[in-house]
């Protein structure tokens, strides 16, 4: 933070405008301005200072009437244009009432020239000594007449708008800009301007200014023979304003046209006023600041309180008719002395630049901390560096684990497809078998009516013998079976053929070579024997079905298991890896944190430094209020002494006449 640096000018003395009664200066007022050279105090000429609020003030800088703008320039501009052309921001501005040489300030004469010709002079001087950078440097020269914005370089930029972006901030659309060369070039473009400007006669000025007008230089440079694009391109900006003074009417006279534009003057010095009232309050206090309500104020913005340097210079007319407006005028400018600004280089960096940049701060930092003794901040640097190499390893040993997991997953995703392979291979055996099994089942019995066994319903009762039959056909008729089963009627639709099981070729053979004369007993024996095998055989493809199905059932759940156990083992991995991570960035917050910690020390120590820096012109200030006090004190023990020399010197002329008459009393006594 730096505070806006206030300078405060007299003009010579105007006879003219001397009050004609004998209060007045021209007819030796009471009051006058007192000026050294960094207060002005309001004196009565008899009693010495005004004790009164408000009476002395205290500037970087005050000048009298015999001051020329070259020395001006030289207090309290030229530091500020080489700022300029190292990258700042800058502004330098004249404040006042009217007629007190504000314009002669900026512009001044053939004689003596002004700020602006010598600002210029300077940028062009400093830009040739500036061997190891190459710059482009474009003007516009504008003014404010009745809030509307008119370009003085052409006659065709009149009432142009305010725009604002982030890249240009706050700009004027459509001001003309030429890219100069020279300051011959510049200054002809000045010449150009101040022909466009509305200019009037009022009865304290004959040339006065009817309008704020706005000087602007924008310089651009960037370094030479760049190899590698590691250097930034600078862009600032140079506001000179040359403000219209305030005016009051039975003052100036002004009427018609000149009391609109006085009004309009007034009004947005007002608005001016206001922000610096604004600007010079504490932070906490402070509310909204209104630089919108004017255009001057809007385009000023980065010299109030923004990022610029800013230097004021406020002109006052030492004339007893206008202590109260030059009142006004210092404590206006000891309100902007309250003011701070946060000034930084302007610059336009592309990544080279940027990477180029950082690591000159990195070892500077470093440097700073070698240089410091801070062990302790280097041992806690290098443990965060340390536990960050630790996580990074950490990490990659989690993704080669991860990488084996997906190996080993796709292990068993292969195994477990050629086990369903084997198991498809199964279940098609199975399928033959089954096939086999149908071929088992007994076929319809009206399909074979000439050679069917009747089986006994499962819900009749046994008996112990059947009654033979006297003889045996090749059909079995009703009357027959009824005779046999003892009166129980069989039901023939449970009767089924005996199923034509697979047997070997000699058993068919030996089958088929039965007579059908074979006793009953005989073929009920061996048809017992035949049912006995193909049932064995059942339960043997049965058993062999369910055995299958048993390995297939393990092999699913074999599977399943080891899908499970690859998802938990995914689910770990993926956990560790969110764990190490979070360190990790936890770990990149604590270094971004301790360099925020730093940074914020390093604006301490430099806020610390400007403080002392302040204080320091501060006691500087009060020694020198002590050693004017000191003078004054021997200034007026001295005028004690003097009188009290003349009352002790007319005491004793007193007496010694009063002895005389006392003598030349008795002497005349008869």
Known sequence: MEKISVAVRFRPPNPEAADPSPAGAGGGGYREWRIDDTRVSLLHRAAGPVPVPGASFAFDHVFDGAATNERIYGALVRELIGAVVGGFNGTAFAYGQTSSGKTFTMNGSEADPGIIPHAVRDVFDTVRQADDREFLIRVSYMEIYNEEINDLLTIEGQKLRIH?????????????????????????????????????????????????????????????????????????????????????????????????????INKSLMILGNVINKLSENGKQRGHIPYRDSKLTRILQPALGGNAKTSIICTAAPEEIHIEETRGTLQFASRAKCVSNCAQVNEILTDAALLKRQ??????????????????????????????????????????ELEEEKKLRVTLEQHLTEQQKKLEAISSDHFTDSIQLD???????????????ACRSRY??????????????????????????????????????????????????????????????TRCHRLEKECISDRQQLEASKARCA??????????????????ELS????????????????????RAKCAAFEKDLYTTRQEAHRLATEKQELTGELGTERQKLDELKQDIRVISRGFLQREGQLTSLYTKSKAILENCKTSQVATLP
């Open 460 to 521: 009749s009762n046994d008996v112990q013998f059947s009654p033979l039959p006297e003889n045996l056909d090749n059909i079995a008729h009703e009357d027959l079976w009824t005779r046999l089963n003892k009166g129980c009627v069989t039901d023939l639709d449970m009767l089924e053929m005996t199923p034509g099981l697979k047997r070997e070729a000699s058993f068919i053979q030996d089958t088929s070579a039965v007579p059908l004369e074979e006793p009953t007993d």
């Open 547 to 564: 055995n299958l199905e048993k390995e297939r059932d393990v092999l699913r759940d074999q599977n399943l298991f080891l899908q499970q």
């Open 439 to 453: 071929a088992l089942k007994t076929p319809d019995s009206k399909s074979v009516p000439d050679g069917f066994v």
């Open 568 to 587: 938990e083992s995914k689910r770990e991995a993926d956990s560790l890896v969110a764990e190490k991570q979070a360190q990790l960035d936890d770990l």
């Open 164 to 264: 604002e972006s982030l890249e240009r901030g706050v700009y004027v659309a459509g001001l003309r800009e030429e890219i100069v060369n020279s300051a011959e070039q510049v200054l002809e473009l000045l010449q150009l301007g101040e022909a466009n400007r509305h200019f009037g006669e009022t009865n304290m000025n004959v040339r006065s200014s009817r309008s704020h007008t706005i000087f602007r230089m924008v310089i651009e440079s960037s370094g030479k023979d760049q190899t590698d694009s590691g250097d930034a391109i600078r862009v600032s900006v140079l506001n000179l304003v040359d403000l219209a003074g305030s005016e009051r009417i039975m003052k100036t006279g002004a009427e018609g046209v000149r009391l609109n534009e006085g009004k309009y």
């Open 359 to 400: 690591k000159l701060e990195i070892e500077e930092l470093r440097k700073k901390l070698q240089g410091s003794h801070s062990e302790g901040l280097e041992q806690v640097v290098l443990k965060l560096r340390n536990d960050m190499h630790k996580s990074e390893l950490e990490r990659d040993r989690l993704a080669m």
